[in-house]
Structure formats: C-alpha cells, structure tokens
C-alpha cells in the first residue's frame, strides 16, 4: 500500500529533505523537492520527487569550502554511491547511511 508522500513528508527530518533549483534558462527556475537517501563522508545523494525521478550528487570536496552539485546521468556513478555509504557494508574504506527514505521510494514508485 503506498504512503501519501505528503504525510511521510511530515515527518521526514529537516536534514534528510532539500530543494533543488534548476535554471531552465535566463527568467525560468525551477524548484523540485528532494529526500537524502545515502550519505558518505564527503557525498550526499538525493533524489528528486517530480514524477520522473533524478539523482543528484553534493560532493564536499576535500580541503576546500567548495561544494559540487550534480545530476548523475550513469546509474553506475548511483549504484557506486550507495555501495559506499553501506548497501554492500563498508566499501573502498567508506562507511556511509542508507537512509529509510530510500524503502519509502522504492514502496512508492
């Protein structure tokens, strides 16, 4: 049975959900909401809530302030990712969380 993804919002931690601003060109943004599904060290990976669903990577990058925001476009770059933060446990000296927002997605298509 799925779970209203507005009632699951509800009480989803602050930390764990994101907006993601997109600038479709000069005057147009959009904004789509994100849930965190896994986190490493220095890497977060979100997915996107719209209808056709997109990873995005936010990557600390070592020794800097800087912070990278991606879309991942090859499954594998996602698949590496939550190896990492503990799908197969500790992986490439990596211990990272898998976050309970991923059963919700995968329970709600």
Same mark, same amino acid.
């Given at each position: 049975m799925p779970i209203d993804l507005t009632s699951f919002l509800q009480h989803t931690p602050e930390g764990e959900?994101?907006?993601? +601003?997109?600038?479709?060109?000069? &005057?147009? /943004?959009?904004? %789509?909401?994100?849930?965190?599904? *896994?986190?490493? @060290? %220095? @890497?977060?990976? +979100? $997915?996107?809530? &719209?209808?056709? @669903? @997109? %990873?995005?990577? #936010?990557?600390?990058?070592?020794?800097?302030? =800087? $912070? =990278? /925001?991606? +879309?991942?476009?090859? %499954? =594998?770059?996602?698949? *590496?990712?939550? =190896?990492? *933060?503990?799908?197969?446990? /500790? #992986?490439?000296? &990596?211990?990272? /969380?898998?976050? #309970?927002?991923?059963?919700?997605?995968?329970?709600?298509?």
């Amino acid at each position: 049975m799925p779970i209203d993804l507005t009632s699951f919002l509800q009480h989803t931690p602050e930390g764990e959900k994101t907006s993601v +601003f997109i600038h479709v060109d000069e &005057e147009t /943004i959009e904004t %789509y909401d994100a849930l965190l599904i *896994a986190q490493t @060290r %220095y @890497r977060k990976l +979100f $997915i996107t809530l &719209e209808p056709k @669903r @997109r %990873y995005l990577v #936010h990557t600390q990058v070592v020794d800097a302030e =800087e $912070i =990278e /925001i991606d +879309f991942l476009q090859d %499954y =594998e770059e996602v698949e *590496a990712l939550l =190896e990492d *933060a503990g799908l197969d446990g /500790i #992986h490439d000296g &990596e211990q990272g /969380i898998l976050y #309970h927002n991923l059963l919700f997605l995968l329970m709600n298509p």
